[in-house]
């Protein structure tokens, strides 16, 4: 399929990409368990320049190690390919490697932009339950591959290591997870810091957004080289019109469910 219509497929097929993360049950755990003593991190260090603590359970933290335990067969299965190519029985990682490879020849945004627009490319937008026939499924890149479809924590996942894979430093890059307050559901990004500012790349986008541009979303949790944290100090949020809005971060905000979207409890 050419990219035309793969740009075509996945402008027509973006939907928001209400995640099923926050269920009441997995909420109670995300925000009660933080480590003692809290770990924070600087304000600096992470996107949107908010402080975050560190998370040491809940359903959010146990669904980035289970891709974690994932990855690491997965990247037996890159080193292989990429030292054979022509023995390589994986056409996922072959397609995974040709953008990396891609993105290894530019320097600086353009090594970027060229992984966020390729991964965009590469997966359809596709929820859990028509994919996997279950909501909340998290997956590595080359199974997202493998399947050619996911929604956005499979996008942001697939970049996340792309990204790394690419040269980037693992403190430069994050995972974010974001409450998007006009469709009052859950987004997930994957965000690279360069030149000391961090950019957002978006499948609901070819545009890298710097993380003070950003409008109408909450940031609250982010996946790092530090695990799983939560952000710990609410934004003030500008709306389109430029305006300033107080955004107190708050359980009951996240824990009601996006219209047409299902609430699964995470435990």
Known sequence: MGLAVYARAWRAGIVACGLAWFGPAGLRAETGELSAPVEMIQRSAEPFGLAASSLTGGGLRDKWLGVQRRLDDEMVQLALCEGDRDG?????????????????????????????????????????????????????????????GGDCEDYAIAKFIALRRAGLAPDDLRIVVLHDTIRGEDHAVAAARLEGRWLTLDNRGMAMIEDVDVRNFRPTFVIGQHGVMRYADAPLLADASGSTLAAPLVVSSLAAPPTGHSNVPME
């Open 88 to 148: 390589c029985v994986s056409p996922a990682a072959l397609k995974f490697l040709d953008i990396v490879d891609a993105a290894r020849l530019r320097e600086g945004r353009a090594r970027l932009g060229e992984i966020n627009r390729a991964v965009n490319l590469a997966i359809r937008p596709m929820r859990d339950l028509a994919q996997h026939g279950q909501i909340d499924v998290w997956t590595p890149p080359l199974a997202t591959f493998a399947r050619g």
